[in-house]
C-alpha cells in the first residue's frame, strides 16, 4: 500500500517502515517484506530499492546511537529460536497419519499434553502445522485454492489495488514459512480480504 502511492510523505513513510522493519530483530520479517517488494517490483517495474536502502541507512545510524556492535548483535537476526527442534517434533508426528492429520487444534493438544513444556502452541511454520492436523488432503485442497487465487489475478487487469492484495496474500504466505500469520486474527483477517476481494475485481 506504500509502495503505490506518490510523493515525499510517501517516500519518509517507506523509509520509515523498513527502519521499523529492520529495528525489529526478525529475519523473517525481513524476508516477508523483501518478498513482498519483490513481488511489487515484478509487475511495477518501479525503483523500490530507494526507501529499502534509507530505511536500513536510518535503522543503522539508530543503532549505532544505542552502542550496540555490528560483529555480535547479528546473531539475534538469524537464531532460528528452537524452530528446527520443533519441526522435527511435528514432522515425526505427522508421520503417523500423514493423509487426514490429527485433527485441528491437535498442536495445542500436543503443547498440554507435554508435561515437560518443550512442545509450543503453533508450529511457526503454518504448512507444517497444516499438514499435522489436516494432512495431505486438506493442505492439497489450500494449495488447490492458492493456486486459483494467483490464476485469477494474473488474469484481471492488474490495478493498483489488485497488486497490493496480491503483495499482502504473498508475503503471508512468505511469512507462513516461519511463523504463524493465519493464527494472528489481525494478520489472518488481511489475509482473508486479499484473497476474497480478489475475486469481485470486474472482469471476473
Known sequence: LIYIKTGK?????????????????SISGVVTATASTAF???????????????????????????????????AQYIDASGRIEIWQIV?????KKP????????????????????TWSHTHNEYLQGLLEIGLIGVSLIGYCLFDYFKTFLSIVKTDEALSLACMMAGLLVNSFFNFPAHL??????????????????GN
Open 99 to 118: 493423509i487426514t492429520g490429527h485433527g485441528l487444534g491437535y498442536m495445542r493438544f500436543m503443547r498440554l499434553a507435554d508435561e515437560t513444556t518443550s
Open 91 to 95: 514432522s515425526d508426528e505427522w508421520r
Open 40 to 74: 511489487y517490483s515484478l509487475y511495477r517495474r518501479m525503483k523500490v530499492l530507494v526507501p529499502i536502502i534509507v530505511g536500513i541507512t536510518f535503522f543503522s545510524v539508530i543503532f549505532l546511537l544505542h552502542g550496540r556492535d555490528f560483529k555480535t548483535t547479528p
Open 185 to 202: 486474527w489481525a494478520i489472518s483477517s488481511l489475509g482473508m480480504v486479499s484473497y476474497t476481494f480478489i475475486y469481485i475485481f470486474p
Open 9 to 25: 510523505k510517501w517516500f519518509i513513510v517507506g523509509c520509515l517502515a523498513w527502519a521499523v522493519i529492520a529495528l525489529s530483530g
